[in-house]
């Protein structure tokens, strides 16, 4: 899954493909200057990426204490990347080169990470990508906790069955641009088929498009149908399967990017800053988090360049279609 990730990601690497593909992302978002734009960030893109891929092929060989800070910095180029197709001048001031999230003062003892926060900042990184390339709002010094985070990314879910913690979850089906989702999720969320419905618009703001006995079909946001950009459906990588979660509260209107991002900078800090409680985990693996950690890192190496690689394959795919209209 790894190497799939990179090697769609290494058809950037020409300056001549990387200014076309700007220049057409650039045209297609309505900017000025979309050529001059283009060649001026050609290079930065392609050196954006081929940072982030240096970091990760250190993260591969390294062992478990260093690699969530190895990771982490390269999330954080991939994202410059990625920023780069809709902010073709960032950055144009400071306040967004920090990271733009921060995490609770730890307590020495009793220190569990599964139940840890952490706060998205107003500037920042973090807070760039969710307006810049996600065009989020209302995320402004918003809090999660690793829980609300990990239970959000699919291949965590054997983890956490074992642990007995429960985390229920439906197939959805993806058809004809429609989702489709069991009729007895409604069941799931002890309500009636209609108010599940109306539940479901409301918070989601999908739209009913069909009823039967087993299933309900909605339409929604083109942005649901790419595991890349959906805030509310889930993908198992692994088994290429869509999911929709099967219990309330579960929906944190974050893309699984940002999810990974914010579990993987509270690591990065971890491994940075609380050492001793860090190599008392590691080593002693006296607890849930030491098993929760390492899947993790192990599902995140892999999956996070996916994501990317579809989000930059994904608007090279809708420039195509615009100029076919």
Same mark, same amino acid.
């Given at each position: ?13 020409? @300056? ?12 297609? +978002? ?13 290079? &930065? ?20 204490? $260093?690699?969530? $800070? ?13 920023? /780069?197709?809709?902010?073709? %001048? ?25 139940? =840890? ?61 429609? $989702?489709? /989702? ?36 909605? %339409? ?15 993908? =198992? ?12 509260? &579960? ?20 491994? &940075? ?8 985990? +590691? ?7 030491? @098993? ?29 279609? =615009?100029?076919?209209?």
């Amino acid at each position: 899954m790894q190497n799939k990730g990179w090697k769609e990601l290494e058809l950037f690497y020409s @300056v001549e493909t990387a200014q076309n593909f700007l220049e057409m992302v650039y045209k297609n +978002l309505g900017m000025d200057d979309a050529k001059k734009n283009s060649y001026k960030n050609g290079e &930065r893109f392609i050196f954006f990426l081929k940072h982030a891929e240096a970091f990760y092929k250190q993260a591969k060989m390294a062992s478990i204490e $260093i690699k969530p $800070i190895l990771l982490f910095y390269g999330m954080a180029q991939l994202l410059k990347a990625c920023i /780069l197709t809709s902010d073709p %001048s960032y950055p144009s001031h400071t306040s967004v080169l920090a990271h733009g999230v921060t995490t609770r003062k730890r307590k020495k003892q009793n220190y569990l990470f599964y139940e =840890d926060e952490v706060k998205i900042q107003r500037n920042g990184l973090c807070m760039h990508v969710i307006q810049s390339l996600f065009q989020l709002k209302g995320l402004e010094d918003e809090r999660f906790s690793m829980k609300q985070l990990l239970v959000n990314i699919p291949e965590i879910n054997n983890v956490l069955s074992f642990q007995k913690r429960e985390n229920p979850m439906v197939k959805a089906v993806l058809d004809k641009g429609c $989702i489709r /989702l069991p009729a007895y999720t409604a069941d799931a969320y002890n309500m009636s088929a209609q108010r599940f419905i109306e539940h479901v618009k409301y918070h989601l703001n999908w739209v009913l498009s069909g009823k039967d006995k087993d299933w309900l079909t909605f %339409s929604a946001d083109q942005k649901e149908y790419h595991p890349s950009t959906s805030t509310s459906l889930l993908f =198992d990588l692994e088994s290429g399967t869509f999911l929709f979660p099967a219990a309330r509260d &579960r929906f944190l209107k974050l893309p699984e990017i940002l999810i990974h991002y914010l579990i993987a900078y509270n690591l990065s800090m971890i491994a &940075r800053y609380e050492t001793e409680w860090w190599y008392d985990l +590691l080593l002693q693996c006296a607890s849930d988090d030491y @098993v929760i950690i390492q899947q993790f890192l192990h599902i995140t190496e892999k999956k996070f360049p996916y994501y990317i690689a579809k989000l930059l394959l994904q608007k090279k795919e809708d420039n195509k279609k =615009d100029q076919l209209i």
